[in-house]
């Protein structure tokens, strides 16, 4: 399993395959793409959420319980927020807030996002890359019945609990990629896309919303596996059922290849969707997906390595 | 010792007097008018050091030893930002730090630098009004042998050590005063102004640069009196003394008190420059003005108050 791989994620879920395939492939093997769509800024910090898990998740300095945040850490800075009477729907740890901090400064001093998240990943030792899906902001919003909302307003403040008729990914259409990230899909000695089990309309959605994205992933040659988010009909996490059903959406596996047919070779599926049906050209392989322990990360990565690299 | 009063402070040693006037006075009695012109944006959030000091030194949260900062503070922030390789020469505490993002949020929806201090010292449960000289951004800079420094490149970063040749308090000019201050200091019932014994060239400075401000301290019928920040020739803390020497200016109580000579109609310095020169129309008391307890500064704030309000 040598040859550089590429995955594209987003938060928790996505990062949980992320971190398999780090372990399971030689050290620096592993480009993450990672959904920017959930950027946004709070007190003028700016945060990328899907990132900064990554790099915890990678870091091996994620909390275990949210997924999110670090687990090393203290929340004098939010305690004191909310006797200051501030916002505190979203929270942001102390150790956290270094990582804005610094992403904030050197952002300042002219530096990509590209450029920036290289570095954090260095300065916490990681040796999978980590690339903004673009340097360029991309929003996703979504409209509800009491208008357009931000995603964080909707995703943390009211707890995906509006319903959602429309999705948009704000900025994406003019957006070029992450130069990085369209250099490592470019490379002729790749050997696998794989699209990670993450939210596919707000997670994956964004970068493939992005034109020149997707085409590199479409005319990429190396092939493209995609792992399904849903298990029976339902999420392991976050809101992707309750959106698809929102959206009109069949609220399953299969629909979730449909909306890849275009781009993948294999749809990787629970074994509780076994039988599924594909769309044309599209390999089905099904094997446990819930990524419970560390080990089941690690099966997973080598399970879909393995499909991706056999001869399809 | 009824009816408002008006102090004029900078940062640490400012704070200890308007702590004593706080005290002594009713509640709600003392009005705070502070130098902005230390404040400046890290990492996107806007700091402002000399208000911040007197919001944690009048409610009580100071950090004894340091003078800055909160006695209760953590420190989760600064070290992680160390393991990023983030900048650490401006130290920000973890609940420091709530307070700025909190100030971020406010001016960010469009609140004034006036109504954002006002809803702090509020939350802090402060009686007393603390309010910034502008709501314009007045900027001290310092031009020295490598060129012109910030303020905080100067005072933290370079811990003041290049030779200063030159300072300008860029925007002042052209910056109207709070709105509050003018108010306060036109009050018909107001019974004195203090200037606070903070440095009169980096935090009085900055106050007196600004045209709407000085004139109406000049045109106030209430007496004004200064305390000296120089005790025998040395500054109890900062860079006054060096300042005041690199500047071609006499290094004594005298020399602060020409400075003051068209606003001020009693001088306080301490009993160490008894016999001191004065200005014509200045009256000098003598007193100990070292402020090492809280009954220092009560005593301290007492004996202002008395001098400025008994007949000159």
């Known amino acids: 399993m040598s040859g550089p791989v590429v995955a594209l994620s987003g938060g928790i879920g996505g990062a949980k395959l992320a971190l398999g395939l780090a372990r399971v492939l030689p050290p620096g093997a592993l480009t993450v793409i990672a959904n920017t769509g959930d950027d946004f800024e709070h007190f003028g910090l700016p945060i ?91 929003r996703t919003r979504l409209r509800t019945d009491s208008g357009w909302l931000d995603f964080q307003d909707y995703f943390v403040r009211q707890r995906c609990e509006p319903v959602v008729r429309e999705i948009r990914y704000a900025g994406a259409e003019a957006a070029a990629p ?51 988010p849903l298990i029976g009909g339902r999420a392991v996490k976050g809101p992707t059922a309750k959106l698809m059903q929102e959206l009109g959406l069949a609220v399953d596996a299969a629909e979730v290849a449909r909306g890849y047919a275009d781009l993948i ?35 997973l990565a080598t399970e879909v390595l393995k499909r991706g690299l056999s001869p399809l």
Chains 1, 2 share one sequence.
């Open 48 to 138: 990328s959420p899907d990132i900064d898990t990554l790099l915890y998740t990678l870091a091996d300095l994620a909390d275990p319980q949210q997924g999110w945040g670090r687990r090393d850490e203290t929340w004098s800075f939010m305690e004191t927020l909310r006797q200051l009477g501030g916002e505190t729907w979203f929270a942001l740890g102390d150790r956290d807030l270094a990582l804005h901090a610094e992403r904030s400064r050197r952002l300042a001093a002219g530096a990509t996002l590209t450029e920036v998240t290289d570095q954090l990943r260095r300065s916490l030792g990681i040796a999978s890359r980590i690339l903004p899906m673009s340097d360029a902001p991309v």
């Open 178 to 228: 992450s130069p990085a990230a369209l250099a490592a899909l470019a490379d002729p000695a790749l050997r696998a896309i794989v699209i990670c089990p993450s939210n596919p309309l707000l997670s994956v959605g964004p970068m493939l919303a992005i034109p020149a994205l997707r085409s590199a992933i479409v005319r990429c040659r190396a092939p493209v596996i995609a792992v399904s």
């Open 265 to 299: 070779d294999v749809f990787v599926a629970d074994v509780a969707d076994a039988g599924i049906a594909m769309p044309r050209g599209i390999t089905l392989v099904t094997t446990p997906t819930l990524m419970s322990t560390l080990a089941d990360r690690e099966r």
